[in-house]
T-cell receptor, first 116, second 113 residues
Framework: DADVTQTPRNRITKTGKRIMLECSQTKGHDRMYWYRQDPGLGLRLIYYSFDVKDINKGEISDGYSVSRQAQAKFSLSLESAIPNQTALYFC???????????????FGPGTRLTVL | SQKIEQNSEALNIQEGKTATLTCNYTNYSPAYLQWYRQDPGRGPVFLLLIRENEKEKRKERLKVTFDTTLKQSLFHITASQPADSATYLCALPSSGGSYIPTFGRGTSLIVHP
């Protein structure tokens, strides 16, 4: 079984709809992240969480919200989807408890979201 | 914030040659630097981490160097194979103690048989 899973893997929705992307991990890591990736723009950080009670905005948080329901679960919501939120979304985890230089990122398989 | 520069043009090389990819950064010198591989439509996969006090790190056919004076890391793949074709990303942690990573946009490597 994959260590970091994302659901759904693909989603097509319409402008104005509320969308939730879910991420689960079995690695026991403390940190979780949400990124979006657009062609030519690379990975951009949306939100990150150090633990269940510590959630922080990333570079491009406008239009998104998150929830860390448990150490293993981190959800990303688009309250009212718009076409320019069409992108590939990745969840990632890392284990900062081993020290910063062990804090490598483990990515999920991604969710391809299309907003019409 | 850190600015990371990776060559946006694809690197095309012949099988068996050494591929060299560059990652340049501005501002502060990070405590370490990481390299990831990303295949189309898939999540990045961690390859190597090099710390600021290390000049060079090797793993099988991979070699990474880190020059904090030049603010540059080089990523080498020796005896390259078509299966090495992918996009390679470098990532640096933020300053201030949180170590949140910032990723470069990546360089596409294409190895021709």
């Amino acid at each position: 079984d994959a260590d970091v899973t994302q659901t759904p893997r693909n989603r097509i929705t319409k402008t104005g709809k509320r969308i939730m992307l879910e991420c689960s991990q079995t690695k026991g890591h403390d940190r979780m992240y949400w990124y979006r990736q657009d062609p030519g723009l690379g990975l951009r950080l949306i939100y990150y969480s150090f633990d269940v009670k510590d959630i922080n905005k990333g570079e491009i948080s406008d239009g998104y919200s998150v929830s860390r329901q448990a150490q293993a679960k981190f959800s990303l919501s688009l309250e009212s989807a718009i076409p320019n939120q069409t992108a590939l979304y990745f969840c990632a985890t890392s284990d900062f408890r081993q020290g910063p230089s062990a804090d490598t990122q483990y990515f999920g398989p991604g969710t391809r979201l299309t907003v019409l | 914030s850190q600015k990371i520069e990776q060559n946006s043009e694809a690197l095309n090389i012949q099988e068996g040659k050494t591929a060299t990819l560059t990652c340049n950064y501005t501002n502060y010198s990070p405590a370490y630097l990481q390299w990831y591989r990303q295949d189309p439509g898939r999540g990045p996969v961690f390859l190597l981490l090099i710390r600021e006090n290390e000049k060079e790190k090797r793993k099988e056919r991979l070699k990474v160097t880190f020059d904090t004076t030049l603010k540059q890391s080089l990523f080498h793949i020796t005896a390259s194979q078509p299966a090495d074709s992918a996009t390679y990303l470098c990532a640096l942690p933020s300053s201030g103690g949180s170590y949140i990573p910032t990723f470069g946009r990546g360089t596409s490597l294409i190895v021709h048989p």
